[in-house]
């Protein structure tokens, strides 16, 4: 099928729906390039797909995506050889955390979804690589105890930051220092730990101006006492994030040396993704399963069109029983075009897995072709009247056609 023929049939906007439903980035990109399927058994499948969600979501249950979001973006810097941050780390890690508990999640519901179930359990389990990471990633920040080395560096920093504050908190409070200080109050400054001195006073106070305020009153003065001790605790710091980066740099290759199955994970979940998104799409159209053929029969009962007002009159429409064509005619305004539409667009949702708004009884033929010829053909580059334009595309629909095959 021909993308403006989906475009007609405003099958486009359908798919807009499902992506804004799903979850991870990936999903939605994935939705954007399926179509609706012409093979039976697959469009069989689908329909129990969703069916099987659908039972899930009017259970009130949800299930445990997480960390899916950004996990394509994710892999590819890891396989980019870049390091991950713990916030990625720790993202990385609920996704892999979600691939053991959807198991079993489906464990529990396999007797209400057992096409669901098989489907997960197929999820690998990283429990070693996701528990590593959630040992030395807490808070959003690499922890103490990810390394020995980590463990005695900051242990140190907070021993020099201790001394470096009880000397200057001893500085503000010498009466001799009162007239000079600007406030009383310790200001970390490119790494400095220093206090605000009045730009008057600035030759009077033995230590380095590290940084002066915009106005130029006041200097930011790192006193002798404290200068050796800000000199270690910078480098300190800077071992500190050396050790950092190598904890994060082991982290990031463990995730690199399971790409492979990770990369299984992640297309499994995302199959998830996008059958909860037309579960999820299917429930606010109130939809239902209808039964599906490939003897070219249409029989809608009471089927609206998903983007009509509510309100709308729902269709009765028998096709491909007793007769193989059906000519609509009437005055204008009065839903020949309507009925086209809804026609073409439930069979197209039906072939993509959605349940449709309609009722009880609906069975709808699998195609392998759709045609379209709705709208105004006039070209004026042509020289086509609106008759002109429907006959030409017309008679291109018949030099297509097949059997299974539906003309609009």
Known sequence: MDKETLNKLQFDKIQREVQIRAIGNYSKMRIAELAPQTNLATVKVWQQETQEARLILDSNQHVPFMGL????????HVKKGMILSPNDLTEYADFLRSSRMINKFFEKNQYQTPLLYQ??????SLLDVEEE????????KVNDAASRNLRKVRKQIREYEKEIQEKLAKFLKQSSNKDMIQDRMIVQ??????????????NKVVGNVIEQSNKGATVFVEPAAVAKLNERLILLNAEEVAEEYQILAELTGYLAEKETIIQLIMETITAFDIIFARAKYS????????????????????GVHPFLPKGAVPLNFILGEDHRGLVITGANAGGKTVVLKTVGLLTLMTMFGL?????KGTNIAVFDEVFVDIGDQQSMENALSTFSGHMNNIASILNKVKRNTLVL
């Open 283 to 302: 429930r606010e159209l109130n939809g239902i399963t209808p039964e599906v053929n490939k003897s070219e029969v249409i029989h809608i009962q009471k």
């Open 133 to 140: 990471i959630y040992e030395k990633i807490q808070h959003q």
């Open 69 to 76: 979001s950004r996990i394509d973006s994710l892999m590819s």
């Open 355 to 359: 349940q449709i708004p309609v009722q």
């Open 119 to 124: 489907y997960s359990k197929g999820l690998p």
């Open 189 to 202: 400054k490119d790494g400095h730990y220093t206090v605000p001195i009045k730009a008057s006073y600035r």
